[in-house]
């Protein structure tokens, strides 16, 4: 479904019918819309905030960074992080089924990015939604975003930026 065939002024809807659908476990629907619909939705957050996020790093017990990981969930369905994160502690408490949920959203948010690009150039970037989603899809793709030997800088073209 393109982005474009939804009525201006029905993002809220479209997320949520989005999320609802991605909740029961429907991984037919398009990632990509969700991610994109998220950033015009003021409800959704997809960055989480930073004292949430480190939360998510730290030795506390499961339970607690699994509260924080479903907190940045419902903040922001598309936060990929937050789901890898759900789906790592729920396998760790031994919840299988959620594991697999989780870790199919984890893959399909990250498909929404990959798929069909390279990286290479403008036209065939990664668009992603925030700077952690960038890190996290680098990361993924064993390609590093800091360190020696890597430099970055800001592309301006029209209102589209990108990272080179």
Not at 141 to 153: A, D
């Amino acid at each position: 479904m393109a982005i474009h065939a939804y009525a201006a002024g029905q993002d809220e809807k479209i997320y949520e019918d989005l999320v609802l659908r991605a909740k029961a476990g429907d991984l037919t629907i398009d990632w990509r819309v969700l991610r994109l619909t998220c950033m015009r939705v003021q409800a959704c957050q997809p960055r989480g905030s930073k004292a949430d996020l480190a939360l998510l790093g730290k030795k506390t017990p499961l339970e607690d960074n699994l509260r924080v990981a479903l907190k940045l969930i419902d903040e922001g369905f598309p936060n990929i992080e937050a789901h890898a994160s759900a789906s790592g502690i729920y396998r760790a408490l031994g919840n299988m089924e959620k594991a697999q949920a989780e870790y199919a959203i984890t893959l399909s948010l990250m498909r929404s990015i990959v798929d069909g690009h390279d990286g290479k150039t403008k036209e065939t970037a990664y668009e992603v939604i925030t700077g952690r989603e960038e890190y996290f899809v680098l990361t993924a793709l064993k390609l590093p975003y800091y360190g020696p030997g890597v430099t970055s800088s800001l592309v301006l073209d029209g209102a589209h930026k990108f990272s080179r």
